[in-house]
Antibody, heavy 121, light 107 residues
């Protein structure tokens, strides 16, 4: 069974940093693209970025490119999101998702339950 | 960047009705479009990919259509479990933008 378990969320002061983790199990993590998506309270989904299996390709939404860093450790089956210079508008539920990216089929087929970042002084 | 405009933002319907949600892309996304359902307090779940292919286990009352810049998700004979929010997402390029969402409520 595919499982994605995010962790590391919490309360951070404006301007601070935090690193989220997403532990994957039930599939060969090293063969899949992975993504981060966030959802502010009461709002829609926002694509943050993606990373390919060997970390040679990492793409970000332009507005977050200078604040967030996506990485992965295939030996630990874990995806990461390093966030810096956070502001109140970064308050959200952060999801990791498995990105099925093969042939002509592209979609997010599995999602974690999310971890919450709250930015407040 | 491709922008996704989803409509309506909210929709009220009764069990048994048929509803359609649309997404318009700011450029041709060549059918690289997925639809997700999200229930309150839960993670999104894949419904449709490549504009019209149902994901495994998705009931046949759901159907996707469209091409170019215009896409639709149709739900026939609404069931109580279909109420929630729906999102489109394109995969033609990065950023892989989501539509703004449609909240489907019970009338």
């Amino acid at each position: 069974e595919v499982k994605l378990l995010e962790s590391g969320g919490g309360l951070v002061q404006p301007g601070g940093s935090l690193k989220l983790s997403c532990a994957a199990s039930g599939f060969d993590f090293s063969r899949y693209w992975m993504s981060w998506v966030r959802q502010a309270p009461g709002k829609g989904l926002e694509w943050i970025g993606e990373i390919n299996p060997d970390s040679s390709t990492i793409n970000y939404t332009p507005s977050l490119k200078d604040k967030f860093i996506i990485s992965r450790d295939n030996a630990k089956n874990t995806l990461y999101l390093q966030m810096s210079k956070v502001r109140s508008e970064d308050t959200a539920l952060y999801y990791c998702a498995r990105f099925y990216y093969y042939g002509s089929r592209y979609y997010f087929d599995y999602w974690g339950q999310g971890t919450t970042l709250t930015v407040s002084s | 960047d491709i922008q996704m405009t989803q409509s309506p933002a909210s929709l009220s319907a009764s069990v048994g009705e048929t509803v359609t949600i649309t997404c318009r892309a700011s450029g041709n996304i060549h059918n690289y479009l997925a639809w997700y359902q999200q229930k309150q307090g839960k993670s999104p779940q894949l419904l449709v990919y490549n504009a019209k292919t149902l994901a495994d286990g998705v009931p046949s009352r759901f159907s996707g259509s469209g091409s170019g810049t215009q896409y639709s998700l149709k739900i026939n004979s609404l069931q109580p479990e279909d109420f929630g929010s729906y999102y489109c997402q394109h995969f033609w390029s990065t950023p892989r933008t989501f539509g703004g969402g449609t909240k489907l409520e019970i009338k």
